[in-house]
Structure formats: structure tokens, C-alpha cells
């Protein structure tokens, strides 16, 4: 079992920055870590995947403006955003996955002021 704890959200004005923590209780070196985020009335949507070896991939809205990373030594990931828009207002949830298991964190909410 692996808990799963976001922190970092906040409120930023258009143009800012803000730097998303999800901290691991467990060890994550073999799971592949993602960022999802939500708005309400809306499908939960991938936002940067990181796998076990360290590829990344983004979804295209976010590509040169998020940053997607992992400190397995400190079974920590992390996702730079900068140049927000308000359009990136969501809940931004952490992720980790290996073959069937699953586990999600709590959600920290990013909101982005115009």
C-alpha cells in the first residue's frame, strides 16, 4: 500500500509560478508517477507522466510549461509549473501505478487568477 500526499497548491496570478509536491509513503523507485487534474463536471485529465526509468511525456496544453520530475531517493515527485493561465485552474491529483496497483493522493487545489 502506497498514501500518496499533494501539497503546493495555491492561488497565482496569470504568468506565475507554483511548484506541486507529492510525497510517498512507501517506496516509488518501480512506479510510474503521473499528475492528473480536474475541473468540476469534467473527466479527470493526464497532465505529465513520469516512469519508472524516467520518461516523460506531457499532455500538449502544458508542453514547455510544466515539468514533471522524481526524486526516488526521497520517494518524491514533483511537477514545476510556470506561465500559468487560468485555464489551468483544477485539482491536481498525484498518481502511481505498477502493473495492478493503483494509488491516488488527496488532490491540492491550483488556482489561477486572469
Known amino acids: 500500500q502506497v498514501q500518496l500526499v499533494e501539497s503546493g497548491g495555491g492561488l497565482v496570478q496569470a504568468g506565475g509560478s507554483l511548484r506541486l509536491s507529492c510525497a510517498a509513503s512507501g517506496v516509488i523507485s518501480t512506479y510510474h508517477m503521473s499528475w492528473y487534474r480536474q475541473v468540476p463536471e469534467k473527466a479527470r485529465e493526464l497532465v505529465a507522466r513520469?516512469?519508472?526509468?524516467?520518461?516523460?511525456n506531457y499532455a500538449d496544453s502544458v508542453k514547455g510549461r510544466f515539468t514533471i520530475s522524481r526524486n526516488n531517493a526521497e520517494n518524491t515527485m514533483y511537477l514545476q509549473m510556470n506561465s500559468l493561465k487560468p485555464e489551468d485552474t483544477a485539482v491536481y491529483y498525484c498518481r502511481a501505478e505498477r502493473s495492478w496497483n493503483n494509488y491516488w493522493g488527496q488532490g491540492t487545489q491550483v488556482t489561477v487568477s486572469s
Open positions: 513520469i516512469s519508472s526509468g524516467g520518461t516523460t
